[in-house]
């Protein structure tokens, strides 16, 4: 979870400003918990924009208008049926916590080749798929890309995850090596597979 500082407020035409004390990794259409700001602003929202000048309100047509003349920067703006409230310092916080839904238990559980798994299986195995969700799309934003949350961007991507999830739930029981019954022993764990890095497209950053 981020948590990011609020520093100032306002509210025109039933929409909420936050501006923020540094900027926040956000995109449109995500939802965000502000909080100790006041009843007004506090709330679970979706963010529908992420303005950098002053916002002055919304036009006939439904359009926002912005004064450009007044940057202001790591500003998020979200709806909030309310009166309107006046440019002015704040505190509280905004936090986003990304939960990334790219593959299911039973992806992973139909790659190992496992069959019907028992009930302690299916907690594991849904344990391993909400972290290598988690990862895949951390390592893929670190590394430039711009994904949605809900939906993998690729079949490649995809199956990268999976192979991630299928690797954590082989490691079970093991702390720095795979599990192995047979009398050649382990072999030691020496990084990410090199497979898994080039489908989820993590070799080197997308951008410079």
Known sequence: MATYS????YLVDNFAVVELLTQAD???????????????????????????YLFTGVDTQGDLLYDYNIPIRN??????????????????????????????????????????????????LTQCASAANQFAFRRRQEAGY??????????????????????????????????SFTEMGTAPTTGLSPLIKQLLGIDRPQVA
């Open 6 to 9: 609020v520093t100032n407020k």
């Open 26 to 52: 956000l995109e449109l259409g995500v939802t965000v918990t502000v909080a100790g700001v006041d009843a007004t602003f506090n709330g679970t929202v979706t963010v529908r924009a992420l303005p950098q």
């Open 75 to 124: 500003q998020v703006l979200y709806a909030k049926t309310a009166a309107n409230v006046d440019r002015v310092a704040a505190t509280g916080t905004l936090a986003y916590t990304p939960i990334c839904t790219w593959i299911t238990a039973t992806q992973i559980e139909d790659w190992l080749g496992i069959g019907t798994a028992t009930a302690a299986d299916t907690t594991f």
């Open 146 to 179: 711009v994904d949605g949350l809900t939906t993998s961007p690729s079949g490649d991507v995809t199956l990268g995850t999976i192979m991630y999830g299928g690797a954590l739930y082989r490691q079970r029981g093991s702390i720095d090596t795979f599990a």
